[in-house]
């Protein structure tokens, strides 16, 4: 368990406080590491994972007034233990007033390359350099993964987000690899479509979108229109994959310090990872326990917290969970 930044410490409190209620036969090695750490804590935590191979973490805030030589210790994160599937399954949620319903996206993001290589220079004087990275290999593997997945789901399309019309090596690389494994599974429709319009398709038509699958700066972006479209950051929960670890975060990237300690912060989304969380550690009747109790808790509007609409606090929600859990053991 890495708490992180903002609302990181707090949200991991009622984790704790939630698996007890259920029972849940996991004990959490507590790793505390946010933006401020060195490298010693980075290093501990990989350690950690790597130890436990599942971790739930907390949001790692990069302050970007720190000079270049600082490197964002999420994407350290993601590269150093090979986490190159980013999965988040947006679905409109029970009883939240939204401007779309029946939103039903999965998007499956490659974590490790494109834009977020960390590789920039001044080549001349006033003129910065920044590469983004697209390999053949990791692109077949997170196309792989995504038509896997879409499989495993019974899913009967998937979309490939890329901007191949104008950077027609970099994203015709990533856009080739795509149709080339789409190819082995014919049951599945496979199309592609240009960043920018993808972006409007969703905020205009977001049904339309079954699976989708894009490099790493796109995959941020989407997820975030994503995260908009079905409630915000409170309610939806996201997973990293990798060959052989794996970490369980909330879809949103934004720590919530405007909100700590004030009772007000919406406990919906961790919980809902740490489901994800029990899911892969072969623990479904315990996901599926707290899972059943999170989502009745939010059909309740009258413990909806100010975050979609509501003037309930951290604490209505998380008694109302845990009394669902107690009605059902």
Do not use: W
Not at 52 to 80: D, Q, W, Y
Not at 91 to 111: C, F, G, K, L, M
Not at 210 to 232: A, E, K
Not at 252 to 259: E, F, L, T
């Amino acid at each position: 368990m890495i708490p992180g930044d903002g609302l990181g410490p707090e949200l991991m409190l009622q984790v704790k406080t939630v698996f007890r209620c259920a029972c849940v036969p996991v004990d959490f090695e507590v790793v505390h590491m946010n933006s401020t750490s060195g490298e010693e804590d980075f290093h501990y935590a990989i350690m950690s994972v790597r130890r436990n191979c599942v971790a739930l973490k907390g949001i790692i805030e990069t302050n970007h007034n720190l000079p270049p030589s600082h490197k964002s210790r999420s994407n350290m994160f993601r590269t150093a233990l090979d986490l190159y599937a980013h999965v988040i399954h947006f679905q409109s949620p029970p009883a939240v007033r939204t401007r779309h319903n029946d939103i039903d996206i999965v998007v499956v993001r490659e974590n490790t390359e494109g834009e977020y290589s960390n590789l920039e220079y001044e080549s001349v004087k006033g003129v910065i350099e920044s590469l983004k990275i697209i390999t053949k290999a990791k692109s077949l593997r997170i196309a792989e993964y995504a038509f896997q997945l879409a499989q495993e789901m019974g899913r009967k399309k998937v979309t490939a987000v890329h901007k191949a019309n104008i950077m027609k090596l970099g994203d015709g690389l990533f856009l080739q690899c795509c149709r080339e494994v789409a190819s082995r599974y014919p049951q599945i429709t496979f199309e592609g479509i240009v960043v920018d319009n993808a972006t409007m398709q969703l905020v205009s038509r977001p049904q339309q979108f079954d699976v989708m699958v894009m490099p790493n700066l796109y995959g941020n972006i989407v997820n975030s229109i994503c995260t908009g479209l079905v409630g915000g950051p409170g309610i939806v929960p996201g997973a990293n994959y990798g060959p052989i670890y794996a970490v369980f975060e909330t879809a949103a990237k934004q720590s919530g310090r405007d909100v700590v300690n004030k009772n007000m912060a919406n406990p919906t989304a961790m919980l809902l990872a740490s489901c994800i969380m029990l899911d892969y550690l072969k623990l479904p009747s315990y996901a599926t326990t707290i899972r059943t109790a999170v989502l009745a808790s939010l059909k309740d509007t009258d413990i909806h917290t100010p975050d979609i609409g509501g003037q309930g606090t951290t604490m209505d929600v998380i008694n109302n969970v845990k009394n669902h859990i107690n009605a059902v053991n």
